[in-house]
């Protein structure tokens, strides 16, 4: 079983920066990915990022590209999202998610079976 808790949630101005955490318990093995997903009140959750367990490889969404970067710390078994230049766009519950897919990057909500709770993230205009 593998558990996900974020952090780093909270009001920002646009144009700010955020730093969102997730820590991760359980068996994570070099096949896993992690996801940023993040779901606007009356929207479907959305892809927002992934990171391969293994090297690090990222993978993002043409919507956050340049501004937001996913990262790991392995001694810590947490991943993090840099989130800059925070435009009210940005507004959501961000979610942290973990799959085992044998290394292959995933931007499907259906490609993760773990989840955290979420946070929710607020940019002011």
């Known amino acids: 079983q593998v558990q996900l808790v974020e952090s780093g949630g909270g009001l920002v101005q646009a144009g700010g920066s955020l730093r969102l955490s997730c820590a991760v318990s359980g068996v994570i093995s070099s096949r896993y990915i992690m996801g940023w997903f993040r779901q606007a009140p009356g929207k479907e959750r959305e892809f927002v990022a992934t990171?391969?367990?293994?090297?690090?490889?990222?993978y993002y969404a043409d919507s956050v590209k340049g501004r937001f970067t996913a990262s790991r710390l392995n001694a810590k078994n947490t991943v993090y999202l840099q989130m800059n230049s925070l435009k009210p766009e940005d507004t959501a519950v961000y979610y942290c998610?973990?799959?085992?897919?044998?290394?292959?990057?995933?931007?499907?909500?259906?490609?993760?079976?773990?989840w955290g709770q979420g946070t929710q993230v607020t940019v002011s205009s």
């Open positions: 990171i391969r367990w293994s090297d690090s490889s990222t």
């Open positions: 998610a973990a799959a085992d897919l044998m290394g292959r990057l995933g931007v499907r909500e259906y490609d993760y079976g773990y």
